[in-house]
């Protein structure tokens, strides 16, 4: 979606004080505009703009880079009450978090999805789409095919695992959920992507499962970001059961089904450290399973050993290869993501997306 200028924030507000409704403002002004935009979404960003102090324009354009938002301006004025000069302080983030606060405020009102009628079939999905590395990747081919996997049948439950370095930076500045520098990436493009892919995804869900899941799985990149994003999931879907805990291995247990989430980014994380992790942690679930598995991600390539009957696998992820895999060297890794379909006690299939 193009960036909406500031003048139009303001026309528009200036509108809507001349006594203009905001149906009116959207078809005589916005939509020329900004036609991807639905008036729905127009009437939130009104309801803010309306709110928020615009920045003066004189001031802002004072000695300083258009588009940025001044703070802490000292002016200096003459007789008149005319602005003769001014010294802004100003820092280059603080229009990136404006903007994600925006999308964050227009993307938390609940909405209750209509399942579809129908009889489900005893099958649980499992949707761990680990790495993403939003904006890195797209995903949109990924979504096309998820969509197709959910709409095929009306599923007793599905699970999605979210977090797993969905975000490839935790902050504004380029940096990861320890602080280590890496490459920068325009966050609020990630945001609004991750948004729009788990979105629809999450209402395909909730048209087609009698039980929807999702468990925060915190990875070594975005811990805090993605923590922040399910917490709008949160808001956004009341009908959705969440795990937002902070817990570093979770685990699905379900028909006499077991299975493991982890990053397993940590020093004690090869596939025998993770068996008995597991095993000891979830020992009540782990036992009453008659099928086992654990799923982790973190070194974007697949892999899989089976330890006394535990299927200990590494995830392979789909998109760009970024600098770690680079210098890793996890060149020409399987570029796919897996999702998992299980029946009651056993594994019934692993569909590539």
């Known amino acids: 979606m193009a960036k909406i200028s500031l003048d139009v924030k303001q026309h528009c507000v200036e509108m809507f004080k001349r006594g203009k409704n905001s149906k009116n403002i ?8 900004h036609p991807e935009m639905g008036y729905e979404t127009f009437r939130h960003h009104l309801k803010y703009w309306k709110r928020k102090q615009m920045a003066d324009t004189a001031t802002q354009s004072a000695g300083t880079y258009p588009g940025f938002i001044a703070h802490g301006a000292t002016v200096q004025v003459n007789g008149h009450g005319e602005m003769v000069q001014a010294w802004i302080k ?22 209750l999805i209509k399942r579809k009628e129908g009889k489900s079939e005893p099958q649980m999905l499992e949707i761990p789409l ?12 990924t979504l096309t095919e998820l969509l ?35 490459e920068k990436v325009d966050m609020v493009k990630a945001w609004n992507m991750a948004r729009d892919f788990w979105f629809t995804v999450i209402s395909a869900c909730l048209e087609q499962g009698d039980t929807v899941k999702v468990l925060y799985s915190k990875g070594n990149h975005d811990e ?3 923590w922040a994003f399910v917490q709008m999931l949160k808001a ?7 795990d937002d805990s902070m817990a570093q ?27 008995g992790q597991f095993t000891i942690q979830f020992a009540e679930e782990f036992a009453k399973a008659k099928v086992r598995e654990i799923h982790a991600g973190h070194l974007h390539n697949e892999d899989e050993q089976d330890i006394y009957g535990v299927m200990v696998r590494r995830l392979a992820r789909k998109g760009t290869t970024d600098e770690w895999s680079d210098d890793e060297g996890f060149v020409g890794a399987h570029d796919r993501f897996m999702v998992f379909r299980w029946k009651p006690g056993r594994l019934a299939g692993i569909e590539y997306v």
């Open 148 to 182: 197709e996997i959910i709409q095929s049948k009306r599923w007793e439950e599905i699970n999605i695992a979210i977090g797993q370095d969905m975000l490839h930076n935790d902050d504004m500045r380029g940096r990861t959920s320890s602080g280590r520098a890496i």
């Open 249 to 275: 291995r979770k685990c699905i247990s379900w028909r006499n089904c077991f299975i493991g989430i982890t990053h397993g980014a940590y020093k004690k994380s090869n596939k025998n450290d993770l068996r």
């Open 90 to 111: 100003q820092h280059v983030d603080d229009g990136w978090y404006s903007e994600l606060l925006e999308n964050i405020r227009e993307s938390t009102a609940p909405r």
């Open 130 to 141: 680990y790495d993403q590395h939003f904006p890195l990747y797209d995903h949109e081919d």
């Open 224 to 226: 805090s970001m993605s």
């Open 236 to 242: 956004m879907f009341p009908q959705v059961w969440f």
């Open 26 to 33: 959207y078809n005589e002004y916005f939509h020329a505009a």
